[in-house]
């Protein structure tokens, strides 16, 4: 998985929960992004990382904020988690703007 | 904004046959373009990628795909189905001169080998 490691792997919340999953790399890749994956909808950005401290929305980003302190570590909280955040997580990183993105194992969250 | 189309989110196949996955992209500016496969339980791994250059793109396993610019499409193949193909596979996009703001994929494609 490209030095990649996600954590935790599996996780299950209850509804109005704070949650957060994290995004590990020893790439020293620029580029971070997270995913969710859902049936029928393939993959949809959440949020993505350019850099410390330098973030910006995807497409599904209502509901989750995200932070990276450090070029190793990329974080993705739900604040208050819900139903409708039910999926799994993947964390991607990049060397470059067209770069190849690298893939995570996945988190696999439910939230009850 | 750019959209994947990936034809059919099932393709069943014998053994030994031909695989055809189907993959239409839109978009305004000239593309970049990808395929990922997924396997249960697991992250997506990169079967080939076109940027630029040569339009017929080989990957890993066997597989390949030709760009084609007049019928914005990016069909992956494979001539010869093996049991182990039998997986989830995604057609990806972004754009050239775009910035770090992530692939657009499409609903994936899960192909089935029937023995």
């Known amino acids: 998985d490209a030095g990649i490691t996600q954590s935790p792997r599996h996780k299950v919340t209850e509804t109005g929960t704070p949650v957060t999953l994290r995004c590990h790399q020893t790439?020293?890749?620029?580029?971070m992004y997270w995913y969710r994956q859902d049936p029928g909808h393939g993959l949809r950005l959440i949020h993505y990382s350019y850099g410390v401290k330098d973030t910006d929305k995807g497409e599904v980003s209502d509901g989750y904020s995200v932070s990276r302190s450090k070029t190793e570590d990329f974080l993705l909280t739900l604040e208050s988690a819900t139903s409708s955040q039910t999926s799994v997580y993947f964390c991607?990183?990049?060397?470059?703007?067209?770069?190849?993105?690298?893939f995570g194992a996945g988190t696999r969250l439910s939230v009850l | 904004a750019q959209s994947v189309t990936q034809l059919g989110s099932h393709v069943s196949v014998s053994e030994g046959a031909l695989v055809l996955l189907r993959c239409n992209y839109s978009s305004s500016v000239p593309p970049y373009l990808f395929w990922y496969v997924q396997y249960p339980n697991q992250g997506l791994q990169l079967l080939l990628k076109y940027t630029t250059g040569a339009t017929l793109v080989k990957g890993i396993n066997g597989f390949e795909a030709e760009f084609k610019k007049s019928e914005t499409s990016f069909h992956l193949t494979k001539p010869s189905a093996h049991m182990s193909d039998a997986a989830e596979y995604f057609c990806a996009v972004t754009y050239s001169g775009g910035g770090a703001d992530g692939l657009t994929f499409g609903k994936g494609t899960h192909l089935i080998i029937q023995p």
């Open positions: 991607a990183i990049s060397g470059g703007q067209q770069d190849i993105q690298y």
């Open positions: 790439e020293n890749h620029r580029y």
